[in-house]
């Protein structure tokens, strides 16, 4: 059983750029949930993703945005990148909306110069 | 709205000796209650969750945490600690009857460094 993949493990941008993360769920998890882990602190919800559709949003400005595939896999997409946007992005996928608990990727980290 | 209290950000302990780590939650509803760790460099895995039933719950590694609902605390303790418990510890609340009901809250962690 595969769990859940994120790529890329690493990447810098510079501010005002555009960016992509991927993240592929665990086998038969229709639920993809994102988080954002600053430096030193705990994650903190973006939003969840079920069936294709934005199942729930955490207090990130419309500049974060996300797509869920067909295959359940998804991406976080951040417009107009600011420093304080370097962070670990997690990505958790679930058999459900409800179900607990979570499986989490290793993240990608993304660091804003 | 939920939030999640770690009242310590690092506990130094020898290895061996008993640990608590503290977590305290506000809720205005039923929640369900997790402990998170996170080793260097990696995400994070669950150690021991509380749904129902029983307040008290086990990990497979030692660990247990008691629900306390009157102290809204999910405190996580170990009697004897290991080197390889030196990691960073996240305690979360999740509201299930949201549309998003696997939502976590989490608190800030906290950094359990075990000493030899």
């Known amino acids: 059983e595969t769990g859940v993949t994120q790529s890329p493990t690493h990447l810098i941008k510079t501010r005002g750029q555009q960016v992509t993360l991927r993240c592929s769920s665990q086998s038969g998890h229709n639920t993809v949930s994102w988080y954002q882990q600053a430096l030193g602190q705990g994650p903190q919800f973006i939003f969840q993703?079920?069936?294709?559709?934005?199942?729930g949003r955490g207090n990130f400005p419309p500049r974060f945005s996300g797509l869920q595939f067909p295959n359940y896999s998804s991406e976080l997409n951040v417009n107009a990148l600011e420093l304080d946007d370097s962070a670990l992005y997690l990505c958790?996928?679930?058999?459900?909306?409800?179900?607990?608990?979570?499986?989490f990727g290793d993240g990608t980290r993304l660091s804003i110069l | 709205a939920q939030s999640v209290t770690q009242l310590d950000s690092q506990v130094p302990v020898f290895e061996e000796a008993p640990v608590e780590l503290r977590c305290n939650y506000s809720?205005?509803?039923?929640?369900?209650l997790f402990w998170y760790v996170q080793y260097p460099n990696q995400g994070l895995q669950l150690l021991l969750k509380y749904l129902s039933g029983s307040t008290l719950v086990e990990s497979i590694n030692g660990f247990e945490a008691e629900f306390n609902k009157s102290q809204t605390s999910f405190h996580l303790r170990k009697p004897s600690v290991h080197i390889s418990d030196t990691a960073e510890y996240f305690c979360a609340v999740s509201d299930p009857l949201h549309n998003a009901g696997n939502m976590l809250t989490f608190g800030g962690g906290t950094r359990l460094m075990v000493k030899p």
């Open positions: 993703y079920y069936r294709e559709e934005e199942n």
């Open positions: 958790a996928s679930s058999p459900g909306p409800n179900n607990q608990p979570q499986h």
């Open positions: 809720s205005s509803v039923s929640v369900y």
